[in-house]
């Protein structure tokens, strides 16, 4: 089994198309931060503007902490795109170029192949979390330096001291690798349904998109739905952001989480041992 892993990772990073969710990222948060940079100031003033009359702020608000948390809220929605660019072809690609009888020649069981496969997407998109954390955690910290977070939302502000931070966001990117492994076993089911890598593609970022606003339409009739979409789980790594940590809502978001996984996967598994690839 570790040989057969071994085989689909040197499969997944000898494509170009695997690099391109590397180099995206690096080239959003460098542009982000780069905008940061010149401009942050503007973005602090017309962030507190509604809090200067009651507050007086003193110190380096837009450090590299802040801008971090902001790359975050921005790109953890375009991530799921890159992570089924990889996970989407990891299937259906063999079967486009013709692979699987090649494949199933070994003394392997269709079980083995899925399951490597599988764990082979997750250790890719774990790379390209690890990818954003490292570059918009350490460039942000290069850039404006570190300092206490300001975390601002409609209702309340609450600012965490720097010794305080770095904890809150490697739980963070944990939690958002196993956001991103959810849509990287989404994509593999849906790759074990055609013999294409456009459409497990494109079926991923549409259920994607359509949970995401069914997640976020506030009508009486969805409430009792939205509970049981992933996506409306995903963003639960601002949880540990809170002032008091909410480890009950932490763990039902996790566990969700997981247990869309092992549902997609155990689809998958019986998809594919029920498929004929070899006519």
Not at 14 to 26: D, E, K, P, V
Request: charged share 10%; glycine share 6%; aromatic share 12%.
């Amino acid at each position: 089994m570790i040989q057969l892993i071994q085989i689909e990772l040197s499969k997944v990073f000898s494509r170009t198309r695997t690099y391109i969710g590397f180099i995206a990222i690096a080239i959003l948060v460098l542009v982000l931060e780069i905008a940061f940079y010149l401009d942050g100031n503007r973005f602090i003033d017309f962030a507190t503007q509604s809090l200067d009359q009651s507050f007086i702020f003193t110190g380096k608000l837009m450090n590299g902490y802040l801008v971090c948390f902001i790359v975050l809220q921005s790109l953890i929605i375009h991530v799921p795109l890159l992570v089924s660019l990889v996970a989407g072809e990891l299937l259906a690609g063999e079967a486009t170029s013709g692979t699987f009888r090649f494949l199933l020649t070994r003394p392997i069981s269709r079980t083995q192949v899925v399951s490597a496969k599988f764990i082979a997407a997750c250790m890719y998109t774990i790379a390209l979390v690890l990818w954003l954390s490292f570059v918009s955690l350490g460039l942000g910290k290069l850039l404006f330096g570190s300092g206490d977070l300001i975390v601002m939302k409609t209702d309340m502000i609450t600012i965490f001291s720097a010794d305080d931070v770095m904890w809150r966001f490697g739980c963070a990117f944990l939690f958002a690798m196993l956001s991103m492994c959810t849509i990287a076993s989404l994509a593999l089911l849906f790759s074990s349904l055609v013999e294409n890598a456009v459409g497990p593609i494109v079926s991923t970022m549409v259920v994607v998109i359509v949970f995401v606003v069914i997640s976020a339409m506030d009508v009486q009739i969805l409430n009792n739905v939205k509970p049981l979409l992933f996506t409306t789980h995903m963003n639960a790594w601002k949880l540990f952001f809170e002032e008091t940590l909410d480890k009950q809502a932490i763990l039902t978001s996790a566990l969700v989480l997981l247990g869309h996984i092992l549902a997609f996967l155990g689809i998958t598994i019986v998809v594919f041992n029920k498929k004929d690839v070899l006519s």
